[in-house]
């Protein structure tokens, strides 16, 4: 079974960074699939935030993370990164990390098209 397992959040100033990672326990399984990030806060319905192919060459992000924001993958280490810069307080939430069925999704920001998730970390950003 595939396991994802998110690390790296915690309490970070506004204007400030931090790097999210998931560690997947299925080494080729993930190696041929896309990955997503999305996120949570509270009274708020989950959205997404970032996707990356099976390749690691090909991204997309949604709006609002939009040149703050950073997916990669490390493939031979089976560890999907989130890299976020200038954070906002609205950035703050519970961040998800998923894995798709096919290494390649047209619809990325679609939650349903992921088949596996993580427990999720929390990120708080202060104003």
């Known amino acids: 079974q595939v396991q994802l397992v998110e690390s790296g959040g915690g309490l970070v100033q506004a204007g400030g960074s931090l790097r999210l990672s998931c560690a997947a326990s299925?080494?080729?399984?993930?190696?041929?699939?896309?990955m997503g990030w999305f996120r949570q806060a509270p009274g708020k319905e989950r959205e997404f935030v970032a996707a990356i192919d099976w390749t690691g060459r090909s991204t997309g992000y949604a709006d609002s993370v939009k040149g703050r924001f950073t997916i990669a993958r490390d493939n031979a280490k089976s560890t999907l990164y989130l890299q976020m810069n200038s954070l906002k307080s609205e950035d703050t939430a519970i961040y998800y990390c998923?894995?798709?069925?096919?290494?390649?999704?047209?619809?990325?920001?679609?939650?349903?098209?992921?088949?596996?998730w993580g427990q999720g970390t929390q990120v708080t950003v202060s104003s």
């Open positions: 998923a894995q798709a069925r096919s290494s390649i999704v047209a619809a990325y920001s679609v939650a349903h098209l992921y088949d596996y």
């Open positions: 299925g080494r080729y399984t993930f190696s041929i699939s896309a």
